[in-house]
C-alpha cells in the first residue's frame, strides 16, 4: 500500500534516487518496450495489490487510464518522462520495509528497476499485449539452409542458430509413416497406405502420404475428438442424475465438418450461430449443439434460472478459453487482474448469449425435431403447402414451429401455486391455482399447449392480471389418459404485456390431493394460417400429426423473439443473484470493435470472431494445432495467450502460421495441417542428446521431432487397428464397449452399462458413450477429462493405474488375442511371427535385442502352459485353436509387445 | 519424551526423509545424464510456495513432500453419509422441538425460504429420539449412537455447520472440492498433491462406498480437476477387483505377469538407449509400481486377516460390501501409509417416503450400521498409536429440516424431513483435534444458527490447517488464476484444536 510519505524520509532518500536515476540516464540503449519488458515486471511485482481487485492507495496499473490518473494522494504514481516526480519510482529505492515497494517483499532487483525508471523516462509509454494485437503479416526470416522445407522451418532454425543447436535429420521413414499416421488420423495407416509411401521413392513421396492421409474419414474422426474436448460433448446432462442426452449428432457434425474441410470461419459461425443464419439446414441447426454441451441439473426442487445462468456463464467462459485462448472467467467476479477486460465487460459479452430459449428444461427444450420417414414426408409437404399459401413471415413461423416447438413458454416458469405444483411440469390439482408472469397478448389469437390429464369433465380457467380479475377464457380440458397432447384455444383481442391466472376445476376429483392437469408449455400465437386456401385441411392434419410424432432430436440453440425478450444484468460481486445495471451485447474495449452491420446477436459476434482483424481467433487454432502435432502449443498455456500465461517460444512464427490460415489458406485447417507437417521441422527424428537434454528438454526449441504419449483415443484406437478389431463405421448413437461392472452407479435412475453388440464393441473411442459423471474407466486413466466443462488441454500423466488397464484390462487382452491370431497366421518359428507382429505395429524390422528378448518371454510362458494347459485355454479363450498353449504364449507376447513404450508413444 | 514430542519428532523426519528423497533423486538424474532442467524438483524442497508456481513432477507426481508447517495429522479418514442424516435424531438435542410436535409451522420459518420438497405448510417434527450426556464432557448424543457415545471424549462436534446448497450433488461438491459446480480438485486430491503419499505400493487418495450407490454428485467429489489426473482418488471396490484391472488377467498367473512386465522394461530399456527419453524411464518404474501393487494392493484390501477381536470390534463380515468393512479397511490403508482415504455411504437421505427413510425407523437402522464401526475405528486408531495423526472427519452435506416433510404439499407416508442447509452437525477427532469439545449452537428447534457458524470452506480450512497447510496459501494455478480449495473464504475452527 502507499502510505502517506513522511517529510524526512522522502528527503534522505531523494538524493540516492537522484543519483540512481542519473546512473541509467548516463546509458542510453534501445528504447524500453512495454510489453516485454514492463508488464512481466508489473504483473509479477505490482499489481497483486495494485490491480483489478484490489487497488491500494487507490493506484492500479490494469489500464493505461488507471496507471496516470491521480492516487488517493492526489497526485499520479507515475508522471511521465519524470522518474525523479514518479512516486512509483521513488517508492522502489527506499529502504524501510512499511514504505519500500512491493511491500513487505523482496525490493525490485536493480535491473528490474532501471528498466521501469528508464521507461517512465522515456515517457512510460502504453502497450497493449502482443495477443490482443491484430496479425499482421510477419517478415520471414531470410535464411537459406539446405535443411529448410518451408517457412515455418525458418523461424525455427533462426532461434536455433541464435542458441547455437542445430536441427536433427528426418526421421526414418518408417517412424514418419506411424507419426504422421498418427497425428492425421489418430490410427495407424493401412496396409495399402503404407504400402504405397514406403514403395514410392519420389521427392513426392511423403507429401503424397499427407495428402492420402487426410483424404481419410478417419481423419475427420481424430480432430473432432480434439473438439469435443473443448465443447464439453457428454452423453448424459451432468450433476446428480446425470440423465442421458441425445446429442450425438453434433458430434457426427463435427466429424463432417473436419472431413469435408469446412473453413474455420464457417465451422464457428455455425456453431456459435448457425439458428441466426437465414433458412439454416438442419446440420446448420445442429452445429449450434456446440453451446447446449452445457449440464443441466434435473434435481428435484432445483432453480431452473440458476442453471440456465449456470450454462450461459459456461458459453461465455468456453467461447474464450476454447476460440479465444483467454481465460475470461475471472471477469465474472471482478475486472481481470492481470488482462484488460472490465467487470462490465463479461455481461456485455454474456449478453451476446443470454437469450437463448434453453432453460435448463429437463425436456432440453429447444430442440430440433427430425421427422423420420413417413413422417418426413407430411413435414415436407406441409412446408411446401406453407411457403405456397401463407405469408411467406407466417409460412416460416409454422415451419420453425414445426422444426423447433419454438416460440413457446415453458410450464414450469408459472409461479405462485396453490394446491398446485412446480417441477417438471405445472401441476394443478382440485381448485389449484397459478399464475404465467410477463405474457405478451398483443396481437394474440390463439393459445397452442400440451397437457396431460387423468380427469374427465376438467375446466381450465384462465383469469387477467389477477385471480379476481376478468375471466378471459374458459377451457374444457379433456381426459387424455395421462398422456401429453396438445390442444388449442381461441383468445380474446387484449393488448399488452399481462400476468395469467389459472385455475383447475373438475367436479370429477374426489381427493383434492390428486392431480387435475400437468401443462408442459403454451404457446401464444395465432391459427395455423391460410385456412381459405385449398389443401388447408391436410396441411393442418400433417401439421398436427408431426406435433405428435416422434422424432429425433437434437438440442439446439435458438434466441427468444422479442415477446420472451430478456434482459442482462451485470451480477455484482459475480453473483447471479446480486443483479446490478442492464447492459446490451458488446466485445471488450480493448480488442477491435464489432464489424460494421454485425447485428448486436450471436451471428454479429460469430462476424466478430471470424474477423481477420480478431487477434485471437487464429492463433488459438494454430497453436491448438501445433499443440496436437508437438505435445506442446507455441504457447504452452493453450489455455491463456493473456498476460498470465506462458510466452510464446516463436511469436513471429505463431503470428505468421495464424496470417497464412486467415490469409493463404482461407481459413482451411487441412492446409494448415499440412504447412506444419510438411515442414522439416515436424519431419525431424526425436532422439534426446546429452546437449538438448541439458539445453532443451522440454523442445521448446524443436531442434528435435515431437516424442510424446498418445492420447486415450488414440492407444485404444491404434491397438484396435493393429489388432484387426476395428470396425470402420462412422456416426451414429454412441456405443458402450466392455467396461468393468459397478462403474455406473447412478442415483435415481436406471440407466446402465449395456455392452454393445457385434462391432459397435470395436468402434473408435469417440464413439464411446461418455458419461460425466463416471465417464469410460481407460479414458480417464489416460487423462481424458470428465468434460463437465470445457477442457482446454489435457495434462499427460505417466502413471502404474494406465500400465494395470493396458496390461489387464479385458478390452486390452482381447485385442492381444485378435494380435496373437494376426500373428499366428504367419508360418515359420516363433520369431517369424513376432517379427511379422512388430512390424504390423512399427512400419519397421524390430531390432535383434529386443527380438531376443521377446523371444524368451513366449519361451518362459510355453514352459509354464505346456505344465498348465487349463490356463492355456482359459487365456485363448478360443476352442479350436489346435494348440492353445503355443497361442497362450504368443497372447502374453502380445499383451507385452502392446505396453511397449514405442508403441504408447509417436516417436 | 512426551507423546506428542515423539510424534513431531517423526513428522521431522519424514519430512527430511522426503527431502533426501529428493537429493537422492537429483544426484541419480545427474549421474544418469538426463539434466535437471526435466524435473520441477526446485519447489519439492521448500514445500508448497505461497506464490503461484504449481509444484508437479511428472516422473514422480506422488513422491512424499512436507507440508509447509508441521501439521498434526499425517493422513485423514473421511467418512462421509451421502443423502444428509437428520442431526435431530443423532447429535443436536433439542426437547424444544418435541414441544411444538405436529403444530403447523410458523409462517416466520417459511417466509423466503425455499426447500427441496416442503410446499405449503408443514408441521414440525418433534425429535425421534432420545438423547443423554456422555462422558466427562457431558456431550448430547442420542440413542441411535449407544457406542459412539462412549468415545464422545475424543469427538469434537460441530454443531452449526452450514451450507448454501440444499441439493445433494451440489452440495456434495461444495463439501469437498469447494465449489457447487464441477470441475474442481476434491480435498484428498488437493491433499495428496500437497503431500504425496508414504506408500509407493499404493494409491495416495484412497475412495471406498459403500450402501450401493455411489454418492450423487459421482465421481467428481474425489475428481482431480485442474490437478494433474494422477492426485483422483482411486475408487476400491469391495466387488470384483478392488482397484480396476489390478488383477491377472484370467489364464495368467503372477509369474508370467512377472516376466512380462520384466520383458516389456527389457525393450523399453533398449528404446531409452534409443530416445534418450526421461519418460521412458519414468514408464519403466511405473510399470514396475503396478507390478508391486498388483502384489501388495489385494494383502491390504483383504480385511479376512485380521483377527477376530477385530472382527468383533468393527462389526465387519468379511467378503461383504458394506460400511463397517470398508471402516477397517480405511484404518488398514493409513497404517499403510495411504494420506487420504474418502468413505461415502449411501442411503441417509431421510424424506419419509418410504420406511427405510423414515427418520424414526431406517434412520435407526442406518445408524446402527455405523455406530459400532465407527467407535471402533477411533478406538482402534487410538491403541495403535494412530490417532494422534490420523483425522477422522464424520459428516455429510447438509442437515434435516426440523418440519415433517410434506412431499408437493401431501402428506408423507412416513416421518420425514426435508433437506437443510442452515444447519447441521459434523464432527471430528484424532489428528490434533480436541477431544470432547462441542462447537457452535442452534436455536432451539435446530433451525437456524445461533453462534459458533462453520461453514464448509472453515471445515476444509481446519482440514488443511491439521495436515500442515495455510489454506489461503496452499493454491494451484489454473486458467491464469491461482485456485485454493477454499476459494476465497475459509476459517480455522481454532476452538476445536488441541
Known amino acids: ?907 | 519424551m512426551t507423546q506428542k514430542e515423539l510424534h513431531n519428532q517423526r513428522l521431522v523426519r519424514e519430512a527430511q526423509k522426503a527431502v533426501m528423497q529428493q537429493h537422492t533423486r537429483r544426484h541419480f538424474i545427474k549421474e544418469s545424464a538426463m539434466g535437471l532442467g526435466a524435473l520441477a524438483l526446485g519447489n519439492l524442497l521448500g514445500g508448497c510456495s505461497t506464490g503461484s508456481n504449481n509444484v508437479f513432477d511428472a516422473t514422480n507426481p506422488l513422491a512424499p513432500k512436507a507440508a509447509p508447517f508441521l501439521g498434526k495429522a499425517k493422513s485423514v479418514i473421511y467418512l462421509h453419509m451421502a443423502g444428509a442424516p437428520s442431526q435431530l435424531e443423532m447429535f443436536s438435542y433439542k426437547p424444544e422441538l418435541a414441544k411444538l410436535d405436529g403444530q403447523d409451522c410458523p409462517p416466520s420459518l417459511l417466509n423466503g425460504k425455499k426447500f427441496a420438497f416442503i410446499r405449503g405448510v408443514p408441521k414440525m417434527l418433534g425429535p425421534q429420539a432420545s438423547f443423554n450426556r456422555y462422558g466427562e464432557s457431558g456431550i448430547w448424543v442420542s440413542e441411535n449412537l449407544p457406542h459412539l457415545s462412549t468415545v464422545i471424549d475424543d469427538v469434537a462436534v460441530l454443531q452449526a455447520v452450514t451450507t448454501d446448497q440444499f441439493n445433494h450433488a451440489p452440495a456434495q461438491l461444495l463439501m469437498h472440492t469447494g465449489t457447487p459446480r464441477l470441475g474442481r480438485p476434491s480435498m484428498g486430491s488437493w491433499v495428496t498433491y500437497g503431500l504425496g503419499t508414504e506408500n509407493k505400493n499404493l494409491p495416495g487418495f484412497v475412495v471406498l462406498t459403500s450402501g450401493g450407490n455411489n454418492p450423487d454428485a459421482g465421481k467428481s467429489v474425489w475428481g482431480s480437476g485442474f490437478l494433474p489426473s494422477v492426485y483422483q482418488g482411486v475408487q476400491c471396490r469391495s466387488e470384483g477387483d478392488p482397484v480396476l484391472f489390478i488383477k491377472d488377467p484370467a489364464g495368467m498367473d503372477r509369474d508370467i505377469r512377472k516376466a512380462s512386465i520384466d520383458a516389456i522394461n527389457k525393450v523399453n530399456e533398449e528404446s531409452y538407449t534409443e530416445y534418450q527419453d526421461p519418460e521412458t524411464l519414468s514408464r519403466i518404474s511405473q510399470y514396475e509400481l503396478a507390478y508391486k501393487m498388483q502384489i501388495s494392493v489385494p494383502g491390504v484390501m483383504d480385511i479376512s486377516t485380521e483377527p477376530d477381536y477385530i472382527h468383533e470390534m468393527y462389526g465387519t463380515k468379511p467378503g461383504e460390501s458394506c460400511f463397517a468393512n470398508n471402516v477397517l479397511l480405511a484404518r488398514k490403508l493409513v497404517e499403510k501409509g495411504v494420506r487420504f482415504v474418502q468413505l461415502f455411504d449411501w442411503g441417509w437421505d431421510t424424506h419419509g417416503d418410504s420406511a427405510g427413510n423414515a427418520v424414526d425407523i431406517g434412520l435407526k437402522n442406518k445408524c446402527r450400521k455405523i455406530d459400532r464401526p465407527i467407535t471402533a475405528l477411533l478406538q482402534d486408531l487410538k491403541q495403535r498409536g494412530l490417532l494422534d495423526e490420523t483425522l477422522v472427519v464424520w459428516g455429510s452435506e447438509f442437515g434435516r429440516t426440523p418440519m415433517q416433510e410434506n412431499r408437493d404439499g401431501k402428506t408423507m407416508p412416513f416421518k420425514g424431513r426435508d433437506h437443510h442447509g442452515e444447519a447441521f452437525s459434523m464432527w471430528m477427532a484424532g489428528g490434533g483435534i480436541k477431544g470432547g469439545t462441542t462447537y457452535g449452537e442452534t436455536d432451539e428447534i435446530g433451525y437456524n444458527i445461533v453462534s459458533g457458524k462453520v461453514e464448509t470452506f472453515d471445515v476444509q480450512a481446519t482440514i488443511l490447517n491439521q495436515l500442515g497447510f495455510d489454506h489461503e496459501k496452499f493454491t494451484y494455478e489454473s486458467q491464469g488464476r491461482n485456485f485454493r480449495l477454499t476459494d476465497l473464504s475459509g476459517k480455522v475452527i481454532h476452538d476445536i484444536i488441541a
Not at chain 1, 517412424?175 to 521413392?201: C, E, F, M, Q
Not at chain 1, 468456453?318 to 475471472?330: K, L, Y
Not at chain 1, 527424428?685 to 528435435?704: C, G, H, I, V, W
Not at chain 1, 498353449?885 to 502374453?892: C, G, K, Q
Open chain 1, 1 to 907: 500500500m502507499f502510505l502517506k510519505p513522511s517529510k524526512k524520509l522522502f528527503y534522505s532518500s531523494a538524493v540516492l534516487i537522484v543519483l540512481a536515476i542519473t546512473a541509467v540516464v548516463i546509458y542510453p540503449s534501445d528504447p524500453i518496450d512495454y510489453n516485454t519488458e514492463v508488464k512481466p515486471i508489473l504483473n509479477k511485482k505490482c499489481i497483486t495489490c495494485h490491480g483489478g481487485v484490489k487497488q491500494e492507495a487507490g493506484f492500479s496499473l490494469l489500464f493505461e487510464e488507471e496507471a496516470f490518473a491521480p492516487t488517493k494522494s492526489g497526485k499520479p504514481a507515475i508522471i511521465r518522462y519524470k522518474p525523479e516526480e514518479s512516486e512509483l519510482i521513488r517508492r522502489l529505492h527506499l529502504t524501510d520495509p512499511e514504505e519500500r515497494m512491493p511491500y513487505k517483499h523482496d525490493p525490485l532487483s536493480k535491473e528490474e528497476i532501471k528498466i521501469l525508471t528508464t521507461w517512465v523516462k522515456e515517457g512510460a509509454k502504453w502497450g497493449s499485449h502482443w495477443a490482443y494485437q491484430k496479425v499482421k503479416e510477419p517478415a520471414v526470416p531470410n535464411i537459406n539452409d539446405d535443411w529448410v522445407n518451408n517457412n515455418i522451418d525458418k523461424y525455427i532454425l533462426e532461434k536455433l542458430d541464435a542458441e547455437k543447436l542445430s536441427p536433427s535429420k528426418e526421421a526414418d521413414k518408417a517412424t514418419l509413416l506411424r507419426r504422421v499416421s498418427l497425428d492425421i488420423t489418430g490410427l495407424p495407416a493401412n496396409k495399402k497406405i503404407a504400402a504405397k509411401y514406403l514403395n514410392d521413392h519420389s521427392d513426392k513421396a511423403y507429401e503424397n502420404l499427407v495428402n492420402d492421409l487426410m483424404a481419410s474419414p478417419a481423419y475427420g474422426e481424430k480432430w473432432a475428438a480434439l473438439w469435443l474436448d473443448l465443447a464439453r460433448y457428454a452423453d448424459t446432462k451432468g450433476f446428480e442424475a446425470d440423465r442421458g442426452r441425445n446429442i450425438y449428432k453434433y458430434r457426427d457434425w463435427l466429424i463432417h465438418a473436419f472431413n469435408t474441410d469446412k473453413p474455420y470461419n464457417d465451422f464457428l459461425t455455425e456453431q456459435i450461430a448457425g439458428d441466426l443464419l437465414p433458412n439454416p439446414s438442419d446440420a446448420q441447426y445442429i452445429a449450434t449443439a456446440f453451446h447446449r454441451n452445457t449440464m443441466n441439473n434435473d434435481e428435484g426442487g432445483t432453480d431452473n434460472e440458476e442453471f440456465r445462468t449456470a450454462a450461459v456463464l459456461d458459453r461465455v467462459n468456453t467461447t474464450w478459453s476454447a476460440v479465444m485462448g483467454t481465460s475470461f472467467n475471472c471477469v465474472q467476479c471482478h475486472s481481470h487482474p492481470y488482462d484488460p477486460f472490465k467487470h462490465d465487460e463479461y455481461y456485455k459479452f454474456m449478453a451476446f448469449f443470454n437469450n437463448t430459449r434453453d432453460e435448463d428444461s429437463p425436456f432440453e427444450n429447444p430442440v430440433l425435431r427430425q421427422y423420420q420417414g413417413a413422417d418426413n414426408v407430411k413435414f415436407e409437404s406441409v412446408k411446401k403447402w406453407l411457403q405456397q399459401n401463407a405469408a411467406p413471415a407466417a409460412a416460416n413461423y409454422w415451419i420453425t414451429f414445426l422444426r423447433t416447438l419454438q416460440p413457446s413458454i415453458n410450464a414450469f416458469q408459472c409461479d405462485k401455486f396453490v394446491n398446485g405444483a412446480n417441477g417438471w411440469y405445472a401441476t394443478l390439482r382440485n381448485n389449484g391455482t397459478c399464475n404465467l408472469k410477463n405474457v405478451v397478448l398483443t396481437g394474440k389469437s390463439e393459445l397452442l399447449f400440451k397437457y396431460a390429464s387423468r380427469v374427465d369433465k376438467g375446466v381450465w380457467r384462465i383469469y387477467l392480471d389477477s385471480l379476481t380479475g376478468p375471466l378471459i377464457k374458459e377451457v374444457p380440458v379433456k381426459n387424455t389418459g395421462g398422456g401429453f397432447i396438445h390442444s388449442t384455444t381461441s383468445l380474446p383481442d387484449i393488448k399488452g404485456t399481462h400476468t395469467l391466472y389459472f385455475k383447475y376445476y373438475s367436479p370429477k376429483i374426489k381427493n383434492s390431493t390428486d392431480d387435475g392437469i400437468l401443462f408442459e408449455w403454451f404457446s401464444f400465437g395465432n391459427p395455423f394460417p391460410a385456412k381459405e386456401k385449398p389443401g388447408y385441411d391436410s396441411a393442418y392434419k400433417y401439421f398436427n400429426d408431426l406435433m405428435m410424432a416422434g422424432a429425433e432430436t437434437t438440442p439446439i440453440m435458438m434466441d427468444a423473439n422479442e415477446d420472451l425478450f430478456r434482459p442482462t444484468h451485470v451480477f455484482e460481486r459475480g453473483s447471479w443473484l446480486s443483479k446490478g445495471k442492464i447492459v446490451t451485447p458488446d466485445v471488450p474495449a480493448v480488442l477491435p470493435g464489432l464489424p460494421k452491420n454485425a447485428p448486436k446477436n450471436r451471428l454479429g459476434l460469430a462476424m466478430w470472431l471470424t474477423d481477420k482483424n480478431n487477434p485471437l481467433v487464429s492463433r488459438t487454432l494454430v497453436n491448438r494445432i501445433w499443440e496436437q502435432l508437438f505435445g506442446t502449443g507455441i504457447v504452452e498455456t493453450l489455455e491463456d495467450l493473456g498476460t498470465q500465461g506462458l510466452s510464446p517460444t516463436h511469436q513471429t512464427l505463431l503470428d505468421y502460421l495464424a496470417w497464412q490460415h486467415m490469409h493463404t489458406h482461407n481459413w482451411s485447417i487441412k492446409k494448415t495441417l499440412k504447412e506444419i507437417l510438411l515442414s522439416a521441422t515436424y519431419r525431424q527424428q526425436s532422439m534426446f542428446t546429452k546437449e538438448l537434454l541439458k539445453k532443451d528438454p522440454y523442445n521448446k526449441l524443436y531442434a528435435r521431432g515431437p516424442r510424446v504419449r498418445l492420447s486415450a483415443e488414440q492407444i485404444r484406437d491404434q491397438t484396435l487397428a493393429v489388432s484387426t478389431l476395428l470396425s470402420p463405421k462412422m456416426y451414429g448413437k454412441s456405443v458402450m464397449p466392455y467396461q468393468p461392472d459397478g462403474i455406473w452407479r447412478s442415483p435415481y435412475n436406471g440407466d446402465a452399462w449395456k455392452l454393445s453388440e457385434g462391432e459397435d464393441q470395436y468402434r473408435r473411442s469417440l464413439y464411446t458413450y461418455f458419461k460425466r459423471t463416471a465417464p469410460y474407466p481407460s479414458m480417464l486413466t489416460f487423462d481424458g477429462g470428465a468434460r463437465e466443462v470445457c477442457v482446454i488441454r489435457r495434462i499427460r500423466t505417466n502413471t502404474p493405474l494406465q500400465a494395470l488397464t493396458s496390461l489387464n484390462d479385458s478390452s486390452y487382452i482381447i485385442m492381444a488375442r485378435s494380435f496373437a491370431k494376426s500373428m499366428d497366421k504367419v508360418n515359420g518359428p516363433i520369431e517369424a511371427k513376432i517379427k511379422k507382429g512388430y512390424e504390423e505395429m512399427m512400419y519397421k524390422p524390430i531390432a535383434p535385442a529386443k527380438l531376443n528378448v521377446l523371444t524368451s518371454l513366449y519361451q518362459s510362458s510355453l514352459l509354464k502352459y505346456q505344465n498348465n494347459k487349463k490356463a492355456a485355454t482359459v487365456l485363448v479363450s478360443d476352442s479350436t485353436i489346435a494348440s492353445p498353449t503355443n497361442r497362450a504364449a504368443l497372447v502374453v507376447v502380445a499383451n507385452a509387445m502392446l505396453n511397449l513404450d514405442e508403441w504408447l508413444n509417436k516417436n
